[in-house]
């Protein structure tokens, strides 16, 4: 008994070393990341790295950032990341509440329609929709990239869809002999109900906004109209960069999404494992 | 009267179910049905957005095939990338089914293994380039302290794939998550009767757990490949490709010919092979599913 009992702690003791490794090594890069932040650019060039500044530079904060127009790319992301955010939310929940509380001829078909398009690899619709945009003298201007998400996207359709239909029908059928309508119903009780699930779209939605790079670097060429993810790479090969600094500039793009991940991570692993799909 | 009235009322709602929906129909016809046709068309098509498209036949994918040395480069590349698929679910399963133990702190250990996937972009890019420095980076220092001599990475033509594969291995929190959830869904009950009949770990792994995560699995499989095959933002800033080529993925290239060299008919006909090769990957491995995927006799989950 005594024996068995030793054996299971000396298991689980090796458990916990295991994971709790894993975990550091997850971690590490952040750690690395902030502790070149705060180098002497001297000591950046020190081999081998010491993980530890000698001591912590906050000017490289202020310097990297003042390299290039770091605000007003941030400007332009918080702008679009914003638009974006509107966009997303007004119209997936129409088109979820479609999807999900109301009857009409074609959407079972629609829907997995829809939802096939889950798989459809973006670069085939990439080319038409540039060309598209060119036509209507969209290049160089935030359009092309706010634009698009006032018309659902089939990811976030879904994700709410799956959340909506949780929710007992009979609420509506009581709303709806009071005489409500149905954009009543779903403004003033659905979505009251599905903070969780809004709150997982408005995440992503940010996340990937905020993120992208591709379509900034095909729609933007002017720099004033550069997000933070452009103006990174643009400042990369533009200047000569030390790492110190370039690593203080990735620390402040990459905070925002660090912030809201621990602000929301219930409502991320929420969105994840509603749709089993990551985002 | 009634029934007059019953029809109206299901009447009025198909209008307003379809004008709900209308956002994302208009949407589905202007930015997919219609740009599927076109680029299809245009795949035929010597164009650029300055002069009107020519239509040269067959044209673009016979230079690919048969001429562009670097579409298979790039085409190499990308289903060498795709080892990262497998390899990466493997990690997932096994940080799953660690975190499912009963661990101090799973809550911080979970959120610990789960960060980095909410995280790119370009700043993880240019991180992951400092990590790699061959010099002063990280990796190549920890490889030092046990002993190995790294190699140069992401300057190096041998190893610049593997520092990819390496780096996407960080991003697998998502897919954990999904498993941590389908181990969690798995009924006690189902281990409790395997070990009536003495299953050991193994066995009850082996023939429990795995087909009741199978279409988590089947899933995450499918999704991760289709992924793979869009890489870009790494080998764009961490490499533009190179050394010779080396991280030159399919999308980066397609990007190249569409919006550097403006020979939109020559992407779009790369893109519509990207579309078949994705299609009929996964056609292959749902048509394989009924083989390995196990599913509860009630209504899929995913629909």
């Given at each position: 008994?005594?024996?068995?009992?030793?054996?299971?702690?000396?298991?689980?003791?090796?458990?916990?070393?295991?994971?709790?490794?894993?975990?550091?090594?997850?971690?590490?890069?952040?750690?690395w990341?902030?502790s070149?932040?705060?180098?002497?650019?001297?000591?950046?060039?020190?081999?081998?790295?010491?993980?530890?500044?000698?001591?912590?530079?906050?000017?490289?904060?202020?310097?990297g950032?003042?390299?290039?127009p770091?605000?007003?790319?941030?400007?332009?992301?918080?702008?679009?990341?914003?638009?974006?955010l509107?966009?997303?939310?007004?119209?997936?929940?129409?088109?979820a509440?479609?999807?999900?509380?109301?009857?009409?001829?074609?959407?079972?078909i629609?829907?997995?329609?829809?939802?096939?398009?889950?798989?459809l690899?973006?670069q085939?619709?990439?080319?038409?929709?540039?060309?598209?945009?060119?036509?209507?003298?969209?290049?160089?201007?935030?359009?092309?990239?706010?634009?698009p998400?006032?018309?659902?996207?089939?990811?976030f359709?879904f994700?709410?869809?799956?959340?909506?239909?949780?929710?007992?029908?009979?609420?509506?059928?009581?709303?709806?002999?009071?005489g409500?309508?149905?954009?009543?119903?779903?403004?003033?009780?659905?979505?009251?109900?599905?903070?969780?699930?809004?709150?997982?779209?408005?995440?992503?939605?940010?996340?990937?906004?905020?993120n992208?790079?591709?379509?900034?670097?095909?729609?933007?060429?002017?720099?004033?109209?550069?997000?933070l993810?452009?103006?990174l790479?643009?400042?990369?090969?533009?200047?000569?960069?030390?790492?110190?600094?370039?690593?203080?500039?990735s620390?402040?793009?990459?905070?925002p999404?660090?912030?809201?991940?621990?602000?929301?991570?219930?409502?991320?692993?929420?969105?994840?494992?509603?749709?089993?799909?990551?985002? | 009267?009634?029934?007059?009235?019953?029809?109206?009322?299901?009447?009025?709602?198909?209008?307003?179910?379809?004008?709900?929906a209308?956002?994302?129909?208009?949407?589905?016809?202007?930015?997919?049905?219609?740009?599927?046709?076109?680029?299809?068309?245009?795949?035929?098509?010597?164009y650029?957005?300055?002069?009107?498209?020519?239509?040269?036949?067959?044209?673009?994918?016979?230079?690919?095939?048969?001429?562009?040395?670097?579409?298979?480069?790039?085409?190499?590349?990308?289903?060498?990338?795709?080892?990262?698929?497998?390899?990466?679910?493997?990690?997932?399963?096994?940080?799953?089914?660690?975190?499912?133990?009963?661990?101090?702190?799973?809550?911080?250990?979970?959120?610990?293994?789960?960060?980095?996937?909410?995280?790119?972009?370009?700043?993880?890019?240019?991180?992951?380039?400092?990590?790699?420095?061959?010099?002063?980076?990280?990796?190549?220092?920890?490889?030092?302290?046990?002993?190995?001599?790294?190699?140069?990475?992401?300057?190096?033509?041998?190893?610049?794939?593997?520092?990819?594969?390496?780096?996407?291995?960080?991003?697998?929190?998502?897919?954990m998550?999904?498993?941590?959830?389908?181990?969690q869904?798995?009924?006690?009950?189902?281990?409790?009767?395997?070990?009536?009949?003495?299953?050991?770990?193994?066995?009850?792994?082996?023939?429990?757990?795995?087909?009741?995560?199978?279409?988590?699995?089947?899933?995450?499989?499918?999704?991760?490949?289709?992924?793979?095959?869009?890489?870009?933002?790494?080998?764009y800033?961490?490499?533009?490709?190179?050394?010779?080529n080396?991280?030159?993925?399919?999308?980066?290239?397609?990007?190249?010919?569409?919006?550097v060299?403006?020979?939109?008919?020559?992407?779009?006909?790369?893109a519509?092979?990207?579309?078949?090769?994705?299609?009929?990957?996964?056609?292959?491995?749902?048509?394989?599913?009924?083989?390995?995927?196990?599913?509860?006799?009630?209504?899929?989950?995913?629909?």
């Open positions: 008994m005594i024996r068995g009992k030793t054996q299971y702690m000396v298991i689980n003791s090796i458990f916990h070393v295991l994971a709790y490794t894993l975990g550091i090594i997850f971690i590490l890069p952040f750690i990341m902030v070149t932040s705060f180098k002497e650019t001297a000591e950046t060039f020190i081999m081998p790295p010491k993980w530890i500044p000698s001591s912590f530079r906050w000017q490289n904060y202020i310097e950032w003042r390299i290039a770091f605000n007003l790319y941030l400007l332009n992301t918080v702008k679009i990341t914003l638009s974006v509107i966009g997303t939310l007004l119209s997936n929940t129409l088109v509440y479609s999807f999900s509380r109301l009857e009409w001829p074609g959407r079972d629609l829907f997995v329609i829809l939802l096939s398009t889950l798989m690899p973006y085939v619709t990439l080319i038409p929709v540039f060309v598209l945009f060119s036509k209507l003298g969209w290049v160089n201007t935030h359009l092309p990239l706010i634009i998400s006032f018309f659902g996207n089939p990811f359709i994700l709410l869809r799956q959340f909506f239909v949780t929710i007992p029908i009979e609420l509506d059928d009581a709303a709806k002999i009071d409500c309508s149905n954009f009543k119903i779903l403004w003033q009780i659905l979505l009251p109900l599905s903070k969780p699930a809004l709150a997982a779209v408005a995440i992503f939605s940010f996340m990937g906004t905020w992208d790079f591709l379509a900034p670097l095909i729609y933007l060429n002017k720099e004033s109209l550069f997000t993810s452009l103006g790479t643009f400042f990369r090969t533009q200047f000569e960069v030390y790492w110190n600094q370039l690593m203080a500039v620390v402040i793009v990459l905070l999404c660090l912030i809201i991940f621990f602000v929301a991570q219930r409502w991320f692993i929420q969105g994840i494992t509603l749709t089993g799909l990551k985002g | 009267m009634k029934e007059s009235r019953r029809g109206s009322l299901k009447r009025r709602e198909a209008i307003e179910g379809w004008l709900f209308s956002p994302w129909i208009a949407g589905f016809l202007i930015f997919t049905i219609g740009p599927i046709i076109a680029s299809f068309i245009l795949s035929f098509c010597d650029s957005v300055y002069s009107a498209a020519k239509w040269i036949g067959i044209e673009n994918y016979r230079k690919m095939f048969f001429e562009d040395s670097l579409y298979w480069t790039s085409l190499y590349n990308t289903v060498y990338y795709l080892i990262s698929v497998p390899l990466g679910m493997t990690v997932a399963l096994g940080c799953a089914l660690l975190l499912n133990r009963q661990l101090i702190g799973k809550n911080v250990l979970r959120t610990m293994y789960y960060l980095p996937s909410v995280t790119s972009g370009v700043a993880i890019s240019l991180l992951w380039m400092w990590i790699f420095d061959p010099n002063l980076g990280f990796f190549n220092d920890l490889l030092k302290r046990v002993g190995i001599n790294g190699p140069l990475w992401l300057q190096s033509e041998k190893w610049s794939k593997p520092a990819i594969i390496l780096m996407s291995f960080w991003g697998i929190g998502g897919t998550v999904l498993y941590l959830a389908a181990l869904g798995v009924p006690e009950q189902l281990y409790e009767a395997a070990e009536l009949d003495g299953a050991n770990s193994w066995q009850k792994f082996w023939h429990v757990t795995i087909p009741m995560l199978s279409p988590t699995i089947l899933f995450t499989l499918v999704m991760g490949i289709i992924g793979s095959f869009q890489v870009f933002t790494q080998a800033v961490m490499t533009n490709g190179g050394p010779l080396s991280t030159l993925f399919y999308v980066l290239y397609l990007y190249r010919n569409g919006f060299w403006l020979h939109l008919g020559y992407a779009s006909a790369m519509w092979i990207l579309f078949i090769i994705i299609l009929v990957i996964t056609l292959l491995i749902f048509r394989s599913s009924p083989a390995w995927v196990y599913y509860e006799a009630k209504r899929g989950k995913w629909i």
